[in-house]
């Protein structure tokens, strides 16, 4: 029933604007054949110039580019994060069976190139033959 | 003394069936002129929106920077729309018009469309005496009771073929010349109530002051901040 009173409250002011509705629009009309003829004639000269009325301007021309560039740069992939180089020192103990004192810790180092050194021990340098150890306080000398 | 109205308002039976059918047909009308609003509100919007299609690209590149330039580039479009529209229509009128000076060449007069005793298409219509409609007067206005008398009815005439197929041209030559018109007077419609507000915001609930989501530095600067005063102490009470 709302539905219907609606209706026809726009049936009524459909009726009381109808009148004006039409002198808009016959106004219009005319106006808008000027226009139609405008362009024809306008499109006439520029037909002969080589130049197309009807086509894209400079201004679709370039929002069309720029669209397609902005388009263009999303689709493509995020480029790779940059890998900074960095050591990892993993400290981990070995427990001797039998033996009471506490060894000290295995230190390794490894680079970010794939190396891993290990931290030597006094017995381990003291093991190794002379010709192997470079005293560095010589050249210093 | 009270006076009953029904007894001023003395109706026949004949005069009460008239309103009722009256007030039925009032309804009636009023019922299609709604659904006519509605139609024509819901066509234009729907073409007033194509302004968004035609003016996407230019204003999604952010090349479109002030109302002005908006104004002129979309009535530019608007207008190249409804020629691209309107040539078919001018095309088919020019035809129409043809065709129309060929079949008067033939009949060697111009052809009378609205002749409904041999060669117009209004022979295929019922044709009315309007002016000697009858009348009656009703609480003393003199107001149509019957149909007019009939002057003519419906026949098919060969020498009106062509006035036939002509009006059925011309009939789709007007719907689209209004369609087209009112499509171009909705754009236009649409472009003046909707441009301003694309660079125009609404400041009435901006707030200042609120500075939420401003970094912190600029929070603790005090820029925009309002002055607050300090509470005066509250008197102790008892109890």
């Known amino acids: 029933m709302k539905g219907l009173f609606k209706r026809l409250g726009q049936g009524i002011l459909f009726i009381l604007a109808l009148p004006f509705g039409i002198a808009i629009f016959i106004l219009f009309s005319i106006y808008a054949i000027i226009t139609f003829f405008y362009t024809f004639f306008s499109a006439i000269p520029a037909f002969f110039k080589g130049e197309n009325v009807f086509g894209p301007t400079e201004l679709d021309i370039a929002a069309s580019t720029r669209l397609a560039e902005q388009k263009l740069a999303a689709q493509q992939p995020p480029p790779p994060p940059v890998v900074q180089p960095s050591t990892t020192i993993n400290l981990f103990t070995v427990q001797q069976p039998g033996t009471e004192q506490v060894p000290p810790p295995q230190v390794t180092y490894t680079q970010s190139d794939g190396v891993t050194y290990r931290r030597v021990t006094e017995q381990e340098v003291a093991a190794l033959p002379e010709e192997t150890i470079i005293d560095n306080s010589e050249e210093q000398k | ?239």
């Open chain 2, 1 to 239: 003394m009270i006076l009953n109205p029904y007894i001023l308002i003395k109706l026949s039976e004949s005069e009460k069936r008239f309103l009722i059918v009256l007030f039925f047909l009032i309804v009636v009308v009023l019922f299609v002129c709604g659904l006519f609003y509605e139609g024509i509100t819901r066509f234009m919007a729907r073409q007033g929106e194509d302004i968004g299609r035609l003016m996407a690209t230019q204003v999604e590149s952010g090349y479109i920077s002030s109302l002005k330039q908006f104004k002129r580039n979309s009535y530019r479009k608007s207008r190249l729309e409804f020629y691209r529209q309107f040539i078919k229509t001018f095309i088919m009128m020019i035809i129409w018009f043809a065709i129309y000076g060929t079949v008067s060449i033939f009949y060697r007069h111009w052809l009378d469309l609205f002749d409904y005793t041999s060669e117009g298409f209004t022979t295929l219509l019922w044709k009315f005496d309007y002016a000697n409609t009858p009348r009656t007067t009703f609480f003393g206005m003199s107001i149509i009771s019957d149909w007019p008398p009939l002057l003519h009815k419906p026949f098919f005439s060969a020498k009106a073929i062509p006035s036939y197929l002509l009006a059925v041209f011309g009939i789709v030559i007007i719907i689209l010349f209004v369609g087209q018109v009112l499509s171009y007077l909705a754009r236009t419609i649409f472009i003046i109530q909707h441009s301003k507000k694309m660079f125009t915001r609404d400041l009435r609930d901006y707030k200042l002051s609120d500075l939420s989501a401003a970094p912190a530095e600029l929070q603790e600067s005090g820029v925009n901040i309002p002055e607050v005063k300090p509470k005066e102490p509250l008197p102790p009470t008892n109890g």
